[in-house]
């Protein structure tokens, strides 16, 4: 009697072992499921992050080319082209922003599957991407103060008086802006000669972070 009671002692243990094993082993199965939806949407987010990173880029490099010709206007104290000059005001303080989609990411990390993904240059790059990513929102918010605070001096100093049209989105005519007025408002010069750094700047964190992004891609495609 005690070697049944024994062997079925043996069973159900067994038995609760193998129910336990097949349980983790489902538990396993749907959390790499999930984590592989995630990453999906990951790489789709990514992939729309690239191009809005290509699109602001070639924003900002038109904004450097009007700065430059700006502030050659500035050097021959002669403003050859007024209508130029509105384009590259507008182009500065028009707010051009990037905005990441990390929803996914996010979503990930705080799922706490992130260690599901079983690649570590998956999760390098990941994490890579994103420290990047910090540091270009990081600058924007930088700029965007710079620029709002300059927007008040000249507010202040009755700038937006003077040259009230530029701010009307369907005027036609050309702004008779001219060296001799300008001087008057030596805040316009700095913001050009400031923002050509900020400029060059952002082209570079743009274009390096679409390089990681695509690097990350890349890593996400082969490791499916």
Not at 48 to 69: A, C, G, N, P
Not at 104 to 127: D, P, Q
Not at 137 to 152: A, M, P, R, Y
Not at 189 to 206: A, G, N, V
Request: hydrophobic letters at 40%; proline letters at 1%.
């Amino acid at each position: 009697m005690i070697g049944v009671a024994l062997a079925e002692m043996v069973l159900i243990i067994a038995g609760i072992l193998l129910a336990l094993q097949i349980d983790n082993w489902n538990q396993n199965r749907q959390e790499r499921k999930i984590t592989n939806d995630y990453l999906e949407i990951i790489k789709h987010n990514i992939a729309h992050d690239i191009k809005d990173l290509e699109d602001i880029s070639d924003l900002r490099k038109q904004s450097l080319i009007y700065t430059d010709t700006i502030l050659g206007y500035y050097r021959n104290e002669h403003i050859s082209d007024p209508k130029l000059f509105e384009l590259g005001f507008r182009s500065l303080f028009l707010e051009e922003r990037f905005y990441p989609n990390r929803s996914a990411y996010e979503s990930l990390k705080s799922s706490g599957f992130l260690r599901n993904v079983g690649n570590t240059r998956i999760e390098e790059g990941l994490n890579g991407y994103n420290l990047h990513i910090d540091r270009i929102l990081n600058s924007q918010d930088v700029f965007n103060s710079l620029i709002l605070t300059i927007e008040e001096k000249l507010s202040e100093n009755g700038f937006y008086i003077e040259y009230a049209e530029i701010f009307q989105w369907e005027h036609n005519d050309t702004i008779n802006f001219t060296y001799e007025n300008l001087v008057k408002y030596p805040d316009v010069q700095s913001t050009f000669i400031r923002s050509k750094m900020w400029l060059e700047q952002f082209i570079l964190e743009y274009t390096q972070c679409a390089n990681i992004g695509k690097d990350l891609l890349e890593e996400l495609n082969n490791g499916d």
